[in-house]
């Protein structure tokens, strides 16, 4: 168990007294006025405004993050609250963290913390929490999609259509049904366990490794079959989807030496995170084939650059980061916000599963 | 020909009332012995034949029965010459025995094409759909009419469900952002919703229709269907889908309407302009069925407006789809070419169905029953 002792008092309580809040959202542009539901945008800044001045708190918003002279960095110094996204992630390293004297709190407004230094986060006594489960249903959909988009060759028949083509043979020589397959999933949490629900009907052999094996009624439930080893799964796969957190251990773990495992022409699924993969090395594998098709809405870094490399790669169907923020969605993770907003100003504790830095502790599936 | 006219007459009264006109020529349900022609229409593959053993559906694989046609002392033509009148199938088409045809590559089989083809006894469908045939025609002429029924039905339940997520979920703005080197998250998400509570509902709910159910089940979405057949309580409770007895009641209801119906003469064109105009105001539409069903040009003023926010298919009207097809270049679509049944899975089952079928045809054996669309004058009821 990691616990540092709070020599700073620890910025966990809120104080009664007018709070500076900032949030950092995508910017939406034209597109914020074409949907009343549309929360997650800077514009309309997750529709707390009205509420969080109400109570006489300060709420700034912007998208500018990046670099030494963004809007972000001028508002660290007193802000005593940040609410950034995955999808629009401000990064918080340990000098940010050193410099925003006031910083209790840091919320992320969807699912997934890795972009805050959270040893750094422990270490200054801060409160880090997410809106567990908001995005769970989403991505799990999400992923289904995708394992269909690729086993089933889609992109190249859309590519066929906008370019005045037809040429079935160029699709079907590699297209599949999805039944019989056999699909395993790296990781079976909350999104794991929904896709592995959504996977029944569709008759694969599906196989999950996790750290923790499911109760049985689940796995019955779900016909999966628990793979305690990690690497005897992967050559079994025709799919490969992930469903892990962004940690330490995970970081780069599929490398060129796990690609190499993994059938020649496999499927892979990643919603969980870009720097999970190589980045290179997953660019070389859909150019030789050995990874036969790679979907995903996850990056490293994000925004993605103009000239990375995965959008150009063959037997690629990206898009950005956008499974976690359907408007569906938004308006869950909008409302976890306000919530845990809510509690922060009243002094009381946020859901459990929301945690995840408190008084020191990092959680559990980030060690 | 005398002789076959009547005994034809004594099976059409021995089989009970009929309802075509009296068959002017008697063709034999079954081969008579000798050798058979048999031409076969696929699409070409070129470079691609080679990639995979199991592409079987292709001209140069040709179901991958050619040599056991030819030990069998049968001729085996294959082409994809198809259109026109100077097309290598027209040549062949005098003195035919058995034509079979893919809906992927359809050789449209018209009365004039049925009236030229004086041998022609057999039009196999390596595939499900026989709509490329005049199935009256066909009738008429006395011809059998059998397809693989059951090979493409797991295939297209699959691959509705993948164009239900790819609308709803907008992921084709995703992939255009990406490989134009943007990134605008909220381009794409102003208008990206899970599949979770919304309405779908299937016009149609026969083999794939009823997949597509059970595969929609765990998305824990409101599931309507509509058929001329009630479903069986069992199945109702099973994939939690309520039957709706009037079309447009339904439709005005959905959220995603999914077609699942065959082209007959009562389906063509069904969907028109004020059939559209019913629909919720941004309804998303997944055809895999037939491109016919749909009247071509309220599709594309309807994406253009936005009353149709996204409209996904692999079926066109005609195929292969030209250049210049509307659909190609039409906002909110999500096309493909006609893909969803050739799976390599699905070509292995449906090549195996038509040799099954052919064999049965050599030794004088009935097909499976579910296999017939026209049989001895008779037109199977879902085209009716």
Request: glycine share 8%.
């Amino acid at each position: 168990m990691i616990y540092s002792f709070c020599f700073l008092s620890c910025r966990t309580q809120a104080s009664s007294e007018s709070k500076k809040i900032v949030g950092v959202f995508y910017k939406a542009n034209e597109n914020a006025a074409l949907n009343p539901d549309f929360m997650g945008d800077v514009e309309t800044a997750l529709g707390i405004r009205e509420w969080l001045e109400s109570k006489g708190h300060q709420y700034i918003v912007t998208d500018d993050k990046e670099g030494p002279d963004c809007e972000l960095e001028k508002l660290l110094p007193d802000l005593h609250v940040l609410i950034s996204t995955p999808f629009h992630p401000a990064y918080v390293t340990a000098e940010r963290i050193a410099k925003a004297k006031n910083l209790q709190l840091l919320l992320t407004a969807g699912v997934g913390s890795d972009h805050i230094d959270l040893k750094a986060a422990a270490a200054a006594g801060l409160t880090v929490a997410e809106v567990t489960g908001s995005n769970v249903v989403s991505v799990a959909e999400d992923e289904l999609m995708r394992i269909l988009i690729l086993v089933r060759n889609f992109v190249a028949g859309y590519n066929q259509v906008v370019n005045g083509d037809w040429n079935v043979a160029g699709i079907s020589y590699r297209s599949y049904d999805l039944e019989g397959k056999t699909v395993g999933t790296v990781g079976a949490g909350r999104i794991g366990k929904l896709l592995l629900q959504r996977l029944k009907p569709f008759n694969c052999n599906v196989l999950y490794h996790d750290r923790i094996k499911m109760d049985p009624e689940l796995e019955a439930q779900t016909g999966a079959k628990f793979e305690e080893d990690l690497d005897a799964m992967l050559p079994k796969c025709d799919v490969v989807v992930l469903n892990m957190p962004l940690t330490e251990k995970t970081k780069g773990l599929f490398n060129k030496e796990k690609i190499a495992l993994m059938k020649k022409g496999v499927l892979i699924v990643n919603n969980a995170r870009g720097a999970i993969m190589d980045a290179e090395a997953v660019a070389e594998a859909c150019s030789s084939g050995q990874i036969g098709g790679y979907s995903g809405d996850v990056w490293y870094p994000q925004p993605a650059p103009k000239d990375h490399p995965w959008r150009y790669m063959p037997n690629q169907a990206m898009t950005p980061h956008i499974s976690g923020t359907t408007i569906d969605a938004q308006l869950r993770y909008a409302a976890g916000t306000k919530d845990m907003l809510d509690r922060f100003f009243k002094g009381e504790d946020f859901p459990e599963q929301n945690y995840i830095v408190k008084e020191g502790k990092i959680a559990s599936q980030y060690q």
